[in-house]
Protein backbone atom coordinates (compact mmCIF):
# COMPACT_ATOMS: atom_id res chain seq x y z
CA UNK A 1 0.00 0.00 0.00
CA UNK A 2 1.03 3.98 -0.73
CA UNK A 3 0.59 6.48 1.90
CA UNK A 4 -2.42 7.51 -0.50
CA UNK A 5 -4.25 4.28 -0.14
CA UNK A 6 -3.30 4.43 3.15
CA UNK A 7 -5.06 7.88 4.03
CA UNK A 8 -8.30 6.61 1.47
CA UNK A 9 -8.52 3.65 3.48
CA UNK A 10 -8.22 5.34 6.83
CA UNK A 11 -10.19 8.18 6.49
CA UNK A 12 -13.31 6.04 5.35
CA UNK A 13 -12.79 3.70 8.53
CA UNK A 14 -12.65 6.70 10.90
CA UNK A 15 -15.63 8.16 9.65
CA UNK A 16 -17.27 4.78 9.24
CA UNK A 17 -18.49 5.35 5.33
CA UNK A 18 -19.24 2.24 3.33
CA UNK A 19 -17.08 2.43 -0.18
CA UNK A 20 -20.51 3.25 -1.92
CA UNK A 21 -20.69 6.43 0.41
CA UNK A 22 -17.28 7.60 0.05
CA UNK A 23 -17.71 7.68 -3.46
CA UNK A 24 -20.66 9.78 -3.50
CA UNK A 25 -18.94 11.82 -1.07
CA UNK A 26 -16.06 12.75 -3.68
CA UNK A 27 -18.69 13.19 -6.19
CA UNK A 28 -20.13 15.87 -3.80
CA UNK A 29 -16.62 17.33 -3.33
CA UNK A 30 -15.57 17.47 -6.83
CA UNK A 31 -17.54 16.62 -10.05
CA UNK A 32 -14.23 14.92 -11.33
CA UNK A 33 -14.84 11.84 -9.60
CA UNK A 34 -18.37 11.74 -11.06
CA UNK A 35 -17.04 8.67 -13.14
CA UNK A 36 -15.85 6.75 -9.63
CA UNK A 37 -16.98 3.56 -8.48
CA UNK A 38 -16.87 1.05 -5.71
CA UNK A 39 -14.62 -0.96 -7.58
CA UNK A 40 -12.27 1.79 -8.56
CA UNK A 41 -11.96 3.07 -5.09
CA UNK A 42 -11.41 -0.63 -3.72
CA UNK A 43 -8.11 -0.56 -6.23
CA UNK A 44 -7.13 2.85 -4.63
CA UNK A 45 -7.73 1.47 -1.18
CA UNK A 46 -5.21 -1.63 -1.77
CA UNK A 47 -2.90 0.20 -3.86
CA UNK A 48 -3.43 -2.24 -7.14
CA UNK A 49 -3.94 1.15 -9.01
CA UNK A 50 -3.06 4.73 -8.23
CA UNK A 51 -5.55 7.46 -9.51
CA UNK A 52 -4.08 10.11 -11.76
CA UNK A 53 -1.97 13.15 -10.69
CA UNK A 54 -5.18 15.24 -10.77
CA UNK A 55 -7.03 13.35 -8.78
CA UNK A 56 -4.58 12.62 -6.84
CA UNK A 57 -4.10 16.62 -6.08
CA UNK A 58 -8.17 16.26 -5.50
CA UNK A 59 -7.82 13.69 -2.49
CA UNK A 60 -5.43 15.61 -1.03
CA UNK A 61 -7.54 18.59 -1.08
CA UNK A 62 -10.83 16.54 -0.29
CA UNK A 63 -8.92 15.23 2.77
CA UNK A 64 -7.52 18.86 4.01
CA UNK A 65 -11.04 20.05 3.73
CA UNK A 66 -12.66 17.50 5.94
CA UNK A 67 -10.18 18.51 8.55
CA UNK A 68 -7.74 15.19 8.38
CA UNK A 69 -4.84 17.07 8.21
CA UNK A 70 -5.68 18.91 11.26
CA UNK A 71 -6.45 16.46 14.11
CA UNK A 72 -3.95 14.07 15.27
CA UNK A 73 -5.24 11.29 14.10
CA UNK A 74 -4.14 8.21 11.65
CA UNK A 75 -4.47 10.53 8.62
CA UNK A 76 -2.58 13.01 10.38
CA UNK A 77 0.25 10.59 11.32
CA UNK A 78 0.36 9.48 7.89
CA UNK A 79 0.73 12.40 6.08
CA UNK A 80 3.49 13.64 8.53
CA UNK A 81 5.77 10.75 7.72
CA UNK A 82 5.46 11.49 3.91
CA UNK A 83 6.58 14.84 4.37
CA UNK A 84 8.85 13.64 6.55
CA UNK A 85 9.86 10.96 3.74
CA UNK A 86 10.18 13.72 1.18
CA UNK A 87 14.50 14.62 1.81
CA UNK A 88 15.56 11.71 -0.09
CA UNK A 89 13.50 12.08 -3.40
CA UNK A 90 13.30 15.90 -2.92
CA UNK A 91 16.65 16.17 -2.96
CA UNK A 92 17.28 14.35 -5.98
CA UNK A 93 14.88 16.90 -8.29
CA UNK A 94 17.18 19.89 -6.24
CA UNK A 95 20.40 17.69 -8.03
CA UNK A 96 18.27 18.16 -11.48
CA UNK A 97 17.08 21.42 -11.43
CA UNK A 98 18.37 24.23 -8.97
CA UNK A 99 22.41 23.55 -9.22
CA UNK A 100 22.78 27.13 -9.70
CA UNK A 101 20.43 28.37 -7.40
CA UNK A 102 22.34 27.77 -4.31
CA UNK A 103 25.82 27.19 -3.25
CA UNK A 104 27.39 23.27 -3.97
CA UNK A 105 29.88 21.88 -1.81
CA UNK A 106 29.37 18.02 -1.35
CA UNK A 107 31.37 17.33 1.29
CA UNK A 108 29.29 19.11 3.47
CA UNK A 109 26.87 16.08 4.60
CA UNK A 110 24.79 17.01 7.34
CA UNK A 111 21.39 15.77 8.56
CA UNK A 112 18.07 17.04 10.51
CA UNK A 113 20.10 17.36 13.81
CA UNK A 114 21.93 19.79 11.98
CA UNK A 115 18.80 22.20 12.15
CA UNK A 116 18.08 24.33 15.35
CA UNK A 117 15.40 27.66 15.71
CA UNK A 118 17.26 30.86 14.97
CA UNK A 119 16.37 33.00 17.78
CA UNK A 120 17.39 30.97 20.53
CA UNK A 121 20.44 29.29 19.01
CA UNK A 122 23.69 30.07 21.06
CA UNK A 123 25.47 32.79 18.96
CA UNK A 124 21.83 33.67 16.83
CA UNK A 125 23.25 37.03 16.37
CA UNK A 126 26.40 35.89 14.53
CA UNK A 127 23.95 33.41 12.30
CA UNK A 128 21.59 36.34 11.61
CA UNK A 129 24.83 39.02 10.25
CA UNK A 130 25.47 36.08 8.55
CA UNK A 131 21.92 35.72 6.78
CA UNK A 132 21.91 39.38 6.48
CA UNK A 133 25.40 39.62 4.89
CA UNK A 134 24.05 37.30 2.00
CA UNK A 135 20.38 38.65 1.17
CA UNK A 136 22.66 42.43 1.15
CA UNK A 137 24.58 40.94 -1.18
CA UNK A 138 22.36 39.18 -2.98
CA UNK A 139 20.36 42.41 -3.71
CA UNK A 140 20.96 45.77 -5.27
CA UNK A 141 22.63 47.95 -3.53
CA UNK A 142 21.14 49.90 -0.71
CA UNK A 143 17.87 47.67 -0.85
CA UNK A 144 18.29 45.29 2.22
CA UNK A 145 17.43 47.46 5.17
CA UNK A 146 16.78 45.39 7.91
CA UNK A 147 19.29 44.99 10.58
CA UNK A 148 19.84 42.91 12.95
CA UNK A 149 18.03 44.43 16.05
CA UNK A 150 14.25 43.69 13.91
CA UNK A 151 15.33 40.94 11.82
CA UNK A 152 15.75 39.02 15.59
CA UNK A 153 12.56 40.22 17.01
CA UNK A 154 10.56 39.04 13.67
CA UNK A 155 12.44 35.73 14.09
CA UNK A 156 11.37 35.67 17.46
CA UNK A 157 8.21 36.19 17.20
CA UNK A 158 5.92 32.57 18.01
CA UNK A 159 4.10 32.67 14.71
CA UNK A 160 7.51 32.75 12.39
CA UNK A 161 9.43 29.95 11.06
CA UNK A 162 13.27 30.56 11.05
CA UNK A 163 15.42 28.00 10.96
CA UNK A 164 19.37 27.36 10.69
CA UNK A 165 21.87 24.81 9.61
CA UNK A 166 25.08 24.60 11.52
CA UNK A 167 28.04 22.96 12.40
CA UNK A 168 30.41 23.76 14.53
CA UNK A 169 29.35 27.70 14.55
CA UNK A 170 29.60 27.04 10.77
CA UNK A 171 26.37 28.62 8.91
CA UNK A 172 25.93 26.00 6.11
CA UNK A 173 22.22 27.78 5.32
CA UNK A 174 19.02 28.71 6.28
CA UNK A 175 14.99 28.97 5.97
CA UNK A 176 13.38 31.76 7.17
CA UNK A 177 9.39 33.05 6.82
CA UNK A 178 7.71 35.39 9.11
CA UNK A 179 3.60 34.50 8.82
CA UNK A 180 2.08 38.27 7.99
CA UNK A 181 -1.42 39.43 7.50
CA UNK A 182 -3.15 38.62 4.31
CA UNK A 183 -3.35 42.51 3.57
CA UNK A 184 0.19 42.93 4.27
CA UNK A 185 1.47 39.94 2.05
CA UNK A 186 -0.98 41.92 -0.83
CA UNK A 187 0.79 45.13 -0.16
CA UNK A 188 4.45 43.34 -0.56
CA UNK A 189 3.58 40.95 -3.48
CA UNK A 190 2.02 44.04 -5.54
CA UNK A 191 5.32 46.21 -4.36
CA UNK A 192 3.03 48.75 -2.89
CA UNK A 193 5.48 48.79 0.16
CA UNK A 194 9.14 47.40 0.90
CA UNK A 195 9.13 43.75 1.93
CA UNK A 196 11.79 45.04 5.10
CA UNK A 197 9.72 47.61 5.96
CA UNK A 198 8.11 44.57 7.98
CA UNK A 199 7.17 45.04 11.95
CA UNK A 200 6.11 42.76 14.57
CA UNK A 201 2.75 44.66 14.55
CA UNK A 202 2.55 43.24 10.84
CA UNK A 203 3.16 39.46 11.91
CA UNK A 204 0.30 37.35 12.93
CA UNK A 205 -0.57 35.56 16.37
CA UNK A 206 0.57 31.87 16.66
CA UNK A 207 -2.91 30.79 15.88
CA UNK A 208 -4.16 33.38 13.55
CA UNK A 209 -4.98 32.28 10.03
CA UNK A 210 -2.32 34.72 7.33
CA UNK A 211 0.32 34.39 4.89
CA UNK A 212 3.75 32.85 5.19
CA UNK A 213 6.17 35.30 3.35
CA UNK A 214 9.17 33.63 2.60
CA UNK A 215 12.02 36.15 3.36
CA UNK A 216 15.19 34.22 3.23
CA UNK A 217 16.56 30.81 1.73
CA UNK A 218 19.89 29.90 1.15
CA UNK A 219 21.92 26.48 1.51
CA UNK A 220 25.61 26.08 1.14
CA UNK A 221 24.63 22.33 -1.17
CA UNK A 222 21.97 20.78 -2.37
CA UNK A 223 20.88 18.49 0.55
CA UNK A 224 21.41 21.08 2.53
CA UNK A 225 17.85 23.60 0.98
CA UNK A 226 16.52 19.99 0.39
CA UNK A 227 16.35 19.17 4.54
CA UNK A 228 15.48 22.85 5.14
CA UNK A 229 12.44 23.05 2.44
CA UNK A 230 11.49 19.08 4.21
CA UNK A 231 11.38 21.32 7.44
CA UNK A 232 9.27 24.35 6.14
CA UNK A 233 7.28 21.65 4.55
CA UNK A 234 6.57 19.78 7.65
CA UNK A 235 5.86 22.87 9.51
CA UNK A 236 3.32 24.23 6.72
CA UNK A 237 1.72 20.87 7.39
CA UNK A 238 1.60 20.96 11.03
CA UNK A 239 -0.09 24.61 10.70
CA UNK A 240 -2.59 23.92 7.87
CA UNK A 241 -5.24 25.24 9.92
CA UNK A 242 -3.54 28.70 10.33
CA UNK A 243 -1.55 29.29 7.12
CA UNK A 244 -4.09 30.91 4.40
CA UNK A 245 -1.46 31.75 1.46
CA UNK A 246 2.68 31.64 0.47
CA UNK A 247 4.34 34.49 -0.61
CA UNK A 248 7.11 35.36 -2.20
CA UNK A 249 8.70 38.84 -3.22
CA UNK A 250 11.78 38.52 -5.74
CA UNK A 251 13.85 40.66 -7.40
CA UNK A 252 15.94 37.70 -8.59
CA UNK A 253 15.03 36.34 -11.80
CA UNK A 254 16.07 32.64 -10.63
CA UNK A 255 13.08 33.22 -8.40
CA UNK A 256 10.91 32.98 -10.73
CA UNK A 257 11.98 29.55 -11.23
CA UNK A 258 9.91 28.25 -8.19
CA UNK A 259 6.68 28.76 -9.75
CA UNK A 260 7.09 26.23 -12.08
CA UNK A 261 7.23 23.19 -10.26
CA UNK A 262 6.13 24.03 -6.88
CA UNK A 263 3.11 25.33 -7.00
CA UNK A 264 3.86 29.01 -6.46
CA UNK A 265 1.95 31.17 -9.03
CA UNK A 266 3.50 34.88 -9.95
CA UNK A 267 0.65 36.96 -10.04
CA UNK A 268 2.63 40.22 -10.04
CA UNK A 269 5.62 41.88 -11.70
CA UNK A 270 7.24 44.97 -12.66
CA UNK A 271 10.41 47.37 -12.47
CA UNK A 272 11.18 49.47 -9.05
CA UNK A 273 11.38 52.53 -9.65
CA UNK A 274 13.98 54.10 -7.57
CA UNK A 275 16.79 51.41 -8.03
CA UNK A 276 15.28 50.24 -11.07
CA UNK A 277 15.46 46.21 -10.84
CA UNK A 278 12.81 44.05 -12.26
CA UNK A 279 10.65 42.26 -9.89
CA UNK A 280 8.50 39.33 -9.36
CA UNK A 281 5.30 39.11 -6.78
CA UNK A 282 4.06 35.24 -5.87
CA UNK A 283 1.29 34.32 -3.97
CA UNK A 284 -0.64 30.67 -3.99
CA UNK A 285 -2.81 28.90 -1.22
CA UNK A 286 -0.76 27.08 0.61
CA UNK A 287 -2.42 23.56 -0.38
CA UNK A 288 -1.25 24.59 -3.91
CA UNK A 289 2.13 24.33 -2.49
CA UNK A 290 1.73 21.11 0.26
CA UNK A 291 0.10 19.56 -2.56
CA UNK A 292 2.14 20.46 -6.03
CA UNK A 293 2.83 18.55 -9.16
CA UNK A 294 6.29 18.02 -7.68
CA UNK A 295 5.25 17.31 -4.55
CA UNK A 296 2.52 14.92 -5.07
CA UNK A 297 4.42 12.78 -7.15
CA UNK A 298 7.35 11.97 -5.10
CA UNK A 299 5.74 11.18 -2.14
CA UNK A 300 1.40 10.55 -2.79
Known amino acids: MNTLSQLLSAYRKTKYLTQKEMVEELFTFNSDFSGLNTVTLSRWETGTTKPSLKKRKYL ?59 SCFPHAD ?53 KVKNHVAKDIVYHRRNEHSLTTDDLCAENEKGTYYIHALYGKNLQIAALLNVKAYIHLYEN ?61
Open 60 to 118: LSFFAANKCFSERTTCYKLGHQAYEDLYVPLSAVFTRNYQYLIGNFPELNVDFSSLHPL
Open 126 to 178: EHIEHIIDIETVTNVEGYYTLDKEKFHSLCAHPSSFAIICERKRQHLGHFVMF
Open 240 to 300: LDFVENIAIFSSRNDGVLLTKDYGIKCVAKGKDVHFGFGWHGMLSPVEDILFSDTVVKLIF
